[in-house]
């Protein structure tokens, strides 16, 4: 059997969809699988040429392959018998950070058309598909609230479990995964100054230099540059496993989460407790407040309670962990599971 898997390229970004990307052709392969993996340039900006990358992905075509499977807007609009998408997210600034008051689309009348061709686009695309797999419920249930389809979750499976083995707490709070303002990570070095003496590991890649420059520039504002490490980078995986099973808890807190998040998935198998918010989205669905970890309001002093109290009982934060561990294991989630899904 061919599969051949599309998504898309924003040069220099890399985060869990890319992760995502990689790791499926790997099992794809692994099973036995002939699989290749075509990403298409793609940029946002501005949002006029949004409707040049669809026309754009229309006009590709493919031939040879027995099953094509779709990620990512506008890679999924590719025409392809036999297509499955698998949603990572749709272009959601068309969506639902539209009704959030988060998109790049210009409210006017050329907005609308723009707003009009990404819906269009999705709806051919979407009625196109043999089947729709979503990578979490909540994508499912935007899928259905906005465009009308239904879908199936099909949650990713965490890559390189064993790397995440867990180990003793070296007392500092984690923060990985992409820097923006949608991961919010300024609000973790605003909540660092209310909680005297703990640590902070903020380890990713910036979106762009001035998503580091600000990071910087607010750590030194608030007095607390002596205890934030800015690991900006892109972290080698081996790496990234090390301060996860080094830390005391791990802090994602991203804006409406489309999924668990990878960063939740290495934190809970290495029996770590997450810190998390209310409107954190998919993450919701696993990070359960003073179970496995805290989910507070996304705001420093709040985020400061939740630090200060796992920094005060570590042998509490240490059950809060391998009860993330246990939620995770009931997932159940393992890639040969999931490629006999999509290829079937």
């Known amino acids: ?79 392809a018998e036999n297509r499955v998408l698998w949603l990572l997210h ?43 797999y979503t990578n979490a419920p909540i994508t499912g249930r935007r899928l259905k609230h906005y465009n009308g389809f239904d879908s199936a979750v099909l949650r990713p499976p965490l890559n390189d479990p064993e790397l995440f083995p867990g180990g003793e707490s070296e007392g500092y709070i984690l923060a990985t995964g992409r820097v923006n303002d949608a991961k ?13 003496g703990l640590r902070l590991v903020v380890a990713g890649p910036p979106d762009s230099a001035a998503d580091a420059e600000a990071l910087r520039r607010l750590a030194a504002e608030e007095g607390v540059e002596d205890r934030v490490v800015l690991d900006l980078r892109f972290v080698p995986r081996a790496e990234l496993a090390r301060m996860v099973n080094g830390a005391l808890a791990v802090a994602y807190l991203p804006f409406d989460e489309d999924s668990l998040g990878y960063c939740t998935m290495e934190a809970f198998r290495a029996a770590k407790p997450v810190i998390t918010t209310t409107d954190s989205g998919g993450v ?61």
Do not use: C
């Not at 699988?33 to 493919?62: D, H, K, Q, T, Y």
């Not at 919010?184 to 005297?196: C, S």
């Open 90 to 132: 749709q272009y959601r600034q068309a969506y639902d950070l539209l009704d959030a008051g988060q998109s790049n689309i210009p409210d006017d009348a050329r907005g609308r058309e723009i707003l009009a061709a990404i819906r269009a686009g999705d709806a051919l695309a979407f009625s196109e598909a043999r089947r729709i």
């Open 184 to 196: 919010r990570q300024t609000l973790l070095v605003r909540a660092l100054r209310h909680v005297p």
């Open 284 to 344: 919701l669905d696993i990070v359960r407040d003073g179970e496995n970890g805290h989910v507070v309001t996304p705001d420093p002093e709040a985020l400061a309670g939740a630090m200060a109290a796992l920094q005060a009982d570590a042998a509490r934060a240490r059950r809060m962990g391998l009860a993330g561990r246990e939620a995770m294991e009931a997932q159940r989630l393992d890639w040969p599971t999931t490629v006999e899904r999509l290829v079937s």
């Open 1 to 79: 059997m061919k599969v051949l898997v599309l998504s898309t390229l924003v040069p220099f970004v890399h985060g869990g969809a890319e992760e995502l990307y990689d790791h499926l052709v790997l099992n794809l392969r692994r099973q036995g699988i002939e699989a290749e993996g075509i990403r298409i340039p793609f940029s946002w900006n501005p949002a006029e040429g949004l409707i040049e990358e669809m026309l754009v992905a229309r006009r590709l075509r493919v031939s040879n392959v027995d099953r094509v499977i779709g990620l990512k807007f506008p890679a999924y609009m590719i025409p």
